[in-house]
T-cell receptor
Framework: NAGVTQTPKFQVLKTGQSMTLQCAQD?????MSWYRQDPGMGLRLIHY???????DQGEVPNGYNVSRSTTEDFPLRLLSAAPSQTSVYFC????????????????FGPGTRLTVL | GENVEQHPSTLSVQEGDSAVIKCTYS??????FPWYKQELGKRPQLIID?????GEKKDQRIAVTLNKTAKHFSLHITETQPEDSAVYFC????????????FGSGTRLSIRP
């Protein structure tokens, strides 16, 4: 199993550009999530999904869109990049218990380091 | 609101001593509390977790305690070693429209030789 994979590893954008960060997992996990990591701010939840066709907002959703058309993939779209979106982005996945609770180990991808100029 | 607070933000201990990191949470319905370790330049990885029906859990040199009444939980590392140097994150399940996992802001632990 490859686990959770993310592409690209590094990306530099100009203000106003759009792009999609890719995330895929091969563990058949229903729960997938996106976090951003900034110095001193920990891991902040952007969006999450409890299954194909179901997404919800996390703590810092503004400026980002997600979709979940398959169990395996959970792309994160930056609509119009801003310097405040410079960060390291992690995708994670987990099994879901009954009642749509992801109270299991989250497996993280290797991260994407994004710089917006 | 939904948040998890973590203290201290940095911690330096002598090798062989114990380290304690504390977290509080706001959602009284939270019932899952994992701890993750992140080494420099790497992804976070789960080191231990605890559920609300348990007050304490141990795994070798690592233990976690939970006080549901006070809504706080702690990570204890005994006999610290150089390889324990890392950033540690606590987290809690938050029950909204669908459950999600919210993280604390992290603790950078340094082990002095």
């Amino acid at each position: 199993n490859a686990g959770v994979t993310q592409t690209p590893k590094f990306q530099v954008l100009k203000t106003g550009q759009s792009m999609t960060l890719q995330c895929a997992q091969d563990m058949n996990h229903e729960y997938m999530s996106w976090y951003r990591q900034d110095p001193g701010m920990g891991l902040r939840l952007i969006h999450y999904s409890v299954g194909a066709g179901i997404t919800d907002q996390g703590e810092v959703p503004n400026g980002y869109n997600v979709s979940r058309s398959t169990t395996e993939d959970f792309p994160l779209r930056l609509l119009s990049a801003a310097p405040s979106q410079t960060s390291v982005y992690f995708c994670a996945s987990a099994l879901i218990l009954a009642g749509q609770t992801p109270e299991n180990e989250q497996f993280f991808g290797p991260g994407t380091r994004l710089t917006v100029l | 609101g939904e948040n998890v607070e973590q203290h201290p933000s940095t911690l330096s201990v002598q090798e062989g001593d114990s380290a304690v990191i504390k977290c509080t949470y706001s959602d009284s319905a939270s019932n899952y509390f994992p701890w993750y370790k992140q080494e420099l330049g790497k992804r976070p990885q789960l080191i231990i977790d605890i559920r609300s029906n348990v007050g304490e859990k141990k795994d070798q040199r690592i233990a976690v305690t939970l006080n549901k009444t006070a809504k706080h939980f702690s990570l204890h590392i005994t006999e610290t070693q150089p390889e324990d140097s890392a950033v540690y994150f606590c987290a809690a399940s938050i029950h909204a429209s669908a459950s999600k996992i919210i993280f604390g802001s992290g603790t950078r632990l340094s082990i002095r030789p």
